[in-house]
């Protein structure tokens, strides 16, 4: 399976975005899916996953602002982020949970990772 992350752009503080992340091969219904993020100088970090029933995960940082979410007849999964801060200002990235013995928050338990778009959020 293949997964490509799009929809970032430029935003000002205060605004919103929807990311889309799109899978090729099998369905986003036969496995997890996690959002991370990637800011200059800095590591990967966990931003939200969905699992196989739609259970949701967050990270501290953007509950309240951000929701993951699926379509399973798009074959696609989303994150829609309201309330951007400028510190939201990264790359972001979709991947496919290949292992099951961490945490969701651990990038080390995604592979597949998709090209990632990138997402500014002008103060």
């Known amino acids: 399976v293949q997964l490509q992350a799009c929809g970032g752009g430029l935003v000002q503080a205060g605004g919103s975005l929807r990311l889309s992340c799109e899978a090729s091969g099998r369905t986003f219904s036969d496995y997890g899916t996690g959002w991370f993020r990637q800011a200059p100088g800095k590591e990967r970090e966990f931003v939200a996953a969905?699992?196989?029933?739609?259970?949701?995960y967050y990270a501290d940082s953007v509950k309240g602002r951000f929701t993951i979410s699926r379509d399973n007849a798009k074959n696609t999964v989303y994150l829609q982020m309201n309330s951007l801060k400028f510190e939201d200002s990264a790359v972001y990235y979709c991947?496919?949970?290949?292992?099951?013995?961490?945490?969701?928050?651990?990038?080390?338990?995604?592979?597949?990772w998709g090209q990632g778009t990138q997402v500014t959020v002008s103060s």
């Open positions: 991947g496919k949970r290949t292992k099951y013995n961490g945490s969701w928050s651990q990038s080390s338990q995604f592979g597949a």
């Open positions: 969905i699992n196989w029933s739609t259970s949701t």
